[in-house]
């Protein structure tokens, strides 16, 4: 079953005097490169959440966000004044820094300041933040779910579209095998042609030598072994299809090996049917890539 990289969930949930808000979103990638916006003051979220995401995620570029509030009765949070003075210091340091650089940054929300390490007092959150941390990470599991089955979705949509440019492959490749035919004629009366030409301008004539050239045009233009590799990459791309977990870079590097025959092909073409085929080979082979790079 083929997965998209690409994919997006959000949820929402409360418990308590807390409530919170999720957002995971992925992009293609090489490897999988996951990336946190979470409370760091919840011992072991992050430990948790990651391990939930890499059990399932091989590749792509993921962006998990978490936002969390409580509402707390009048006067229950407090501020600690150095810590919030700190805080404040580093955000006017960063923006002094950025703005030197032309780089324009959000504005900071007071809920965004609050949330960070230091600004509240030890009183004003959970001294164990066990319970809320279970809550939160049971809450994500529905979330991921949902997240993989639009990434699910989406690799049924890339799965029909490679099904069909691997017909298209496979159908250009039953056209070339049809015109080698008509080459082989015309070649062997260019050839002879040819020879006949420099057998009457030549003195003498070494016929091993003739029969050594022969051989050696036949063999640079002869692309038997191209279009049975053709044929066998198309077997070996609809087996890839079929199979569980990652299968995107076995199948990137069996589209760089259909981009390598169809070069050849068009380079020892020598007949315009056979090079219109090659580049036509080489279109398909160039969008089927694209839609691989979308594949976990």
Known sequence: ?????????????????YSWSWDLRSLNSKGLDL???????????????????TGV????????????SREAPEGAVEIDPAGLDRVLG????????????GVALAQARASDILSMKGVQRAEGLASDTTVLRDTLLADFAPLLKDFL?????????????????????ARLRDGAVECLAARAAKSAAALKAA??????????????????????????????????????????????????????????????????EANTLCSKSQDVALTRIGLDLKTVIDQMREQVQNVE
């Open 149 to 169: 089955e639009m990434r699910a979705r989406e690799g049924t949509a890339l799965q029909a579209i490679l099904s069909e440019q691997l017909d298209e492959v």
């Open 35 to 53: 990336r946190m916006r979470v409370p760091d003051w919840i011992d072991g979220l992050e430990v948790g959440l990651r391990g939930q995401i």
């Open 1 to 17: 079953m083929v997965n998209s990289m690409t994919g997006f969930a959000a949820r929402t949930g409360q418990s308590g005097e």
């Open 90 to 101: 580093a955000l006017a340091h960063v923006t002094l820094a950025a703005e030197a650089r």
């Open 195 to 260: 020879l006949t030409r420099v057998l009457d301008a030549a003195e003498t004539v070494d016929d091993a030598r003739v029969a050594q050239e022969l051989a050696m045009i036949a063999v640079k233009a002869d692309i038997t072994e191209e279009l049975d590799r053709l044929a066998a990459h198309v077997v070996a791309a609809r087996a890839l299809l079929q199979e569980d977990g990652p299968i995107g870079r076995k199948l990137d590097f069996l589209t760089q090996e259909f981009n390598r």
């Open 57 to 68: 995620l091989k590749r792509g570029s993921l962006s998990l966000g978490l936002k969390l």
